[in-house]
């Protein structure tokens, strides 16, 4: 996931999620209202994240990352993956986009055998797929906008295959706009989780009109994000209809 500064409560306000104090270093952060609930996001950067302490704060979910391409998989996605589940957290595992390595179906495989299946317990998340570009890297990974679009339809498709769920997207609409070439037809299926930092959601990538989840900005040096609903929709996310 793209890395962002930190950002003040007084510069968030109070929107459409909970707000915090998120300025740096201030370990007495807390929850003050949630009308929607509030998530984090985790790599093997933050090994040592203290889930029940989150818990206790008003972390409602956390996706975690699994997978990259077909050669990396997350050393700390055990522990960060149950050390979530345990503390009572709705989780996810997402996989890190690598369209210049492999194709979409063979990420897809990698991402389900490596942590990132499903199953209909009302505490797991469909697998997301993270889509932005690498530094070193080409920005569109030197695919052009049709190459890209089926690499994203074969991932998608293939874990629907295997999961029975449509995998949700992560993006930013610079991303997505430049890469697909303004693709509308992955929104059909797949949930959009907008990576945007700021007080409010911004522009949507094409296809979607709003987003399910948000990228919004930094909570203890982690990626912190809110779900565009109630936590009861959320377990109907998890859940894939009704529990």
Not at 26 to 35: G, N
Not at 74 to 97: D, E, K, L, T, V
Not at 104 to 119: I, L, P
Not at 144 to 151: P, S, T
Request: proline letters at 5%; aromatic letters at 14%; hydrophobic letters at 35%.
């Amino acid at each position: 996931m793209i890395r962002m500064r930190s950002v003040s409560a007084a510069a968030l306000g109070v929107s459409m999620a909970a707000w915090f104090a998120v300025t740096a270093g201030d370990a007495s952060a807390t929850v003050v209202a949630q009308p929607r609930p509030d998530g984090v996001d985790v790599s093997s950067y933050q090994s040592g994240f203290d889930w029940p302490a989150a818990a206790a704060q008003g972390i409602r979910f956390a996706y975690v990352k699994a997978t990259e391409g077909v050669g990396y998989r997350n050393p700390a996605f055990a522990a960060q993956y149950n050390g979530s589940y345990r503390a009572g957290m709705i989780r996810g595992a997402y996989h890190y986009a690598r369209p210049d390595s492999s194709g979409g179906r063979e990420q897809a495989d990698y991402f389900v055998r490596n942590g990132g299946g499903w199953s209909r317990d009302g505490l797991t998340l469909p697998g997301a797929l993270d889509l932005e570009n690498t530094t070193g890297h080409s920005f569109c990974y030197d695919k052009n906008a049709d190459g890209m679009r089926v690499w994203i339809h074969d991932f998608v498709d293939r874990y629907h295959e295997l999961t029975g769920r449509w995998a949700v997207i992560y993006t930013r609409p610079d991303w997505w706009d430049r890469c697909t070439g303004n693709d509308r037809s992955v929104a059909a299926n797949s949930p959009l989780w907008l990576a945007h930092p700021g007080a409010v959601p911004g522009p949507m990538p094409q296809g979607w009109g709003t987003y399910s989840f948000w990228q919004r900005g930094l909570w203890h040096g982690v990626d912190w994000n809110t779900w565009n609903g109630s936590y009861e929709q959320l377990t109907v996310m998890a859940c894939g209809g009704p529990c």
